[in-house]
């Protein structure tokens, strides 16, 4: 039997008889091979290592979605090298343009502070994918969850809840393209009930201490107290669960709290929070697929396609009595 049919088979190569295959793979196991990957992605001009670009790996968001790419990737036969840009647009200009110590194969990016103009300016040719609520059109690859669908359920919930004073933490100038934003207000006026601007409470960062910041400063104001919040990360909705707690009164039944994210630690606080669960597993996959799209020679870099994956509503203790969670698909 030919070193070039072994390849073959061990490479997946079509055309192999059954036979020769079953023989093959029979020896491989016998003797306990294991492919050379380093070997095999330079034959094919590769270096076998794809990076993450996520603005803090300390994020519990990014952290769960960095442990789901890794798996999947390494059963790919990638390396994925972890980047972190500290919410920084320079830095994750330089990331798009490959300024990395070693060669890679392809980027994903959870990006922040990009805007249009640096894709349109990017010289690099490395595959690129873009995770995330912003979208670029179709400048680039990018994947995420139906973020405008997802906060508009956040909101519905609330309403269902009978909540009609919902605070939004987190909320962006209303200039801003801002899909969260826009689904919370649809869900307000869906249900006939007015925008009260007091109620829109910007954060300086996503973090806990701006949550609890924000709505402690909408507590001790003259403001009428709000009877549910919506969080735009489950980081901050649990500094607000926080203000909310220390100013006395009770989650759920003063004012009801969901998040964003689902979290690990959103499952572990009492009361556990309400919040919306992205498919974190179906990201991994789609931005994986989207870069070997671009990798494979045969069929040429492919246009860039945005294509959402799936979140649900999981319902916890922040929004309803004491109970085992439910979840509401979409």
């Known amino acids: 039997m030919s070193m070039k049919t072994v390849s073959n088979v061990i490479n997946g190569y079509a055309h192999v008889a059954e036979g020769t295959k079953e023989r093959v793979l029979a020896a491989v196991e016998t003797v306990g091979y294991r492919p050379n990957l380093s070997a095999r992605n330079l034959a094919r001009g590769r270096s076998g290592v794809i990076a993450l670009v996520v603005p803090r790996l300390e994020m519990p ?21 972890i980047h972190e840009t500290g919410w920084d647009r320079m830095a994750e200009r330089a990331a798009i343009e490959g300024q990395f110590p070693q060669r890679i194969d392809g980027l994903i990016v959870s990006a922040q502070q990009l805007e249009r103009a640096d894709l349109d300016q990017r010289t690099a040719t490395t595959p690129l994918v873009l995770l995330g609520e912003r979208s670029f059109g179709d400048a680039v690859h990018h994947v995420a969850i139906d973020n405008t669908a997802a906060a508009r359920t956040a909101v519905e919930h609330l309403i269902e809840r009978g909540c ?9 100038d209303a200039a801003a393209d801002d899909p969260r934003r826009r689904g919370y207000l649809e869900a307000l006026e869906a249900a006939g009930l007015e925008l009260q601007p007091d109620l829109m409470l910007p954060i300086r960062a996503n973090s806990g201490e701006e949550g609890e910041r924000v709505v402690r400063e909408l507590l001790e104001s003259d403001v009428a107290l709000p009877d549910g919040v919506f969080a ?59 870069l070997e799209t671009q990798l494979n020679p045969a069929g040429g870099l492919a246009e860039p396609v ?3 994956v799936p979140f649900e509503l999981v319902v916890r203790e922040s929004t309803t009595s004491f109970g085992p969670p439910q979840s509401r698909a979409h």
């Open 61 to 81: 968001y990014f952290a769960g979605l960095a442990g789901q790419l890794i798996e999947q990737a390494e059963a790919r036969g990638w390396f994925v090298l």
């Open 164 to 172: 009609r004073r919902i605070a939004m933490v987190g909320a962006s």
């Open 232 to 290: 735009v990360t489950d980081w901050v909705a649990l500094g607000a669960m926080r203000a909310l707690h220390l100013h006395g009164l009770r989650v759920p039944d003063d004012a009801a709290v969901v998040g964003f994210d689902d979290i690990p630690y959103a499952r572990a606080v009492t009361p556990s929070l309400t919040t919306i669960a992205p498919d974190r597993a179906a990201l991994a996959e789609v931005a994986l697929r989207m």
């Open 306 to 308: 945005h294509q959402t």
